[in-house]
C-alpha cells in the first residue's frame, strides 16, 4: 500500500482524514434518542449491561434517573448516525 505524508494527505484530501480519524462508537445516550418510551430505554440498558458495554452501576444509575433522559427520546430520525459522524 502507498504510504502517505499526513500533512500531504491531510492537505489533499481534507474530508476524508476527518472521517477516517474522527469516527466514534455510539454510547447508550446516542441509542436513547431512537427510543419512543421508558420500556425501550429500559430494554436498551437491560441490553447493554447483559453484553457488558455499562457497568452495573452505570445501569442501575440510569434506571433510577431514567426521567432525566426523557428529552433525549425521539429525536433521531434515519441516517442520523452518518450525518453525525457516528458509525
Known sequence: MLEWELKKFKKMFPNLKHEVEGTKIPTIL?????????????????????????SVEMANYLRKNISKYRELFGTRTEGEYERRGII
Do not use: P, R, V, Y
Open 30 to 54: 446516542d441509542h436513547f434518542e431512537k427510543c419512543k418510551s421508558d420500556g425501550d430505554a429500559l430494554e436498551l440498558i437491560d441490553f447493554f449491561e447483559k453484553n457488558g458495554e455499562i
